[in-house]
């Protein structure tokens, strides 16, 4: 199967246009969800350079210091990538984790809403359910390089994989699981779940429970299908991609659980203190009605002000009875000594 074509002497990877056309048309969604949520969407295409190149950087890191056992009984060790750091820049070799690609995004999106004063948790809200969807399509990649494949198996829909990408202990059985096809199904299902709850419950979510429910669900479905892999990440001994996925899946589960039962979200609580029924409203309604009771209480407490003001003596008010209590010069005393006389023309 061809991974590639030329064009004079770049070599343009399938791999690589499939992760792109995921990245668009998971910009697109978040776009529209932009859109929907009162947002300018035309942000999303400023934010998409920051989100590649922080996800890439963090999925080639990611695979730098965890590598799979395959690549450490090639001799792609972490102590390999260090001390021949220009290997490291060599991501057409293959090496990109997706654990890694969402903290090095996270992180962006992080730095990016702080330069531009935006709410990161409201625009990785957004854009949970586009990054299933670029998940869901950029497996397909996988596909292609004939990797991502899971144990040996006899279904129907098994893929045969070419003998040279097979790996150790292997080399006689053509058929697999198609682990990159579960996870990209998977994927769009999670993303059509994420869509769904959002516009069902949108008067039951907080400020980033989209985020915390993608990192619940696309870690779980991370979390089983690492059983199927055949070329798991061994880090002192234990899958660190599976445990990592689980260990991101609980907490994200308990954060959920907390922030809508014994801690709720500031903002929340400052309402709920004044008596405010937010229960059918909206997180931006939520936002806006804060704004609204923070008026409230400059609008009660200006009166007062004011009058402190009133109150406050000037400096200037015992120069300004002075004046007022001087008496009044004479109109017609005759006096002439003051007054300055021009001749006539």
């Known amino acids: 199967m061809p991974q590639g074509f030329q064009i004079g002497p770049l070599t343009i990877r399938f791999y690589a246009l499939i992760i792109l056309a995921g990245a668009l048309l998971g910009a697109w969604l978040a776009s529209v969800e932009a859109k929907r949520r009162g947002k300018d ?50 991501i057409w070799n293959g090496g990109l984790g997706i654990p890694g690609a969402l903290i090095g995004g996270a992180l962006a999106l992080w730095i990016y809403c702080r330069a531009t004063k935006q709410k990161f948790l409201e625009w990785a809200d957004i854009i949970a359910p586009s990054l299933l969807i670029g998940q869901a399509i950029g497996r397909w990649g996988n596909f292609i390089n004939q990797e991502l494949y899971g144990s040996p198996s006899n279904l129907p829909w098994a893929i045969t994989i070419d003998p040279r990408y097979r790996l150790p202990g292997f080399e006689t059985v053509a058929k697999y699981h198609p682990l990159f096809l579960y996870e990209s199904v998977l994927n769009l299902l999670a993303a059509g779940i994420l869509l769904y709850v959002g516009r069902k419950y949108k008067n039951k979510f907080y400020r980033g429970d989209i985020f915390l429910l993608y990192l619940v669900l696309y870690p779980v479905i991370r979390f089983a299908l690492e059983y199927l892999r055949l070329d798991p990440s061994p880090v002192a001994g234990i899958n660190i991609n599976q445990t990592v996925m689980g260990i991101v899946a609980v907490l994200s589960i308990t954060i959920l659980i907390i922030r809508h039962t014994i801690r709720r979200p500031k903002d929340v609580q400052e309402l709920e203190t004044e008596g405010i029924d937010i229960s059918d409203m909206q997180p931006v309604a939520i936002e806006e009605a804060g704004r609204e009771s923070e008026l409230t209480e400059v609008e009660e407490v200006a009166p007062e002000l004011v009058q402190d003001v009133a109150d406050m003596e000037s400096p200037f008010e015992p120069l300004i009875d002075a004046v007022e209590e001087s008496p009044e010069p004479d109109q017609d005393d005759g006096s002439v000594e003051d007054e300055t006389h021009f001749p006539e023309d």
């Open 41 to 90: 969407g035309n942000l999303v295409w400023d934010i998409l350079p920051w989100l590649l190149v922080g996800g890439i950087i963090g999925a080639r890191l990611w695979h730098v210091f965890t590598p799979s056992a395959s690549n450490v009984a090639m001799g792609l060790t972490t102590k390999y990538y260090l001390t021949h750091p220009l290997q490291i820049l060599m």
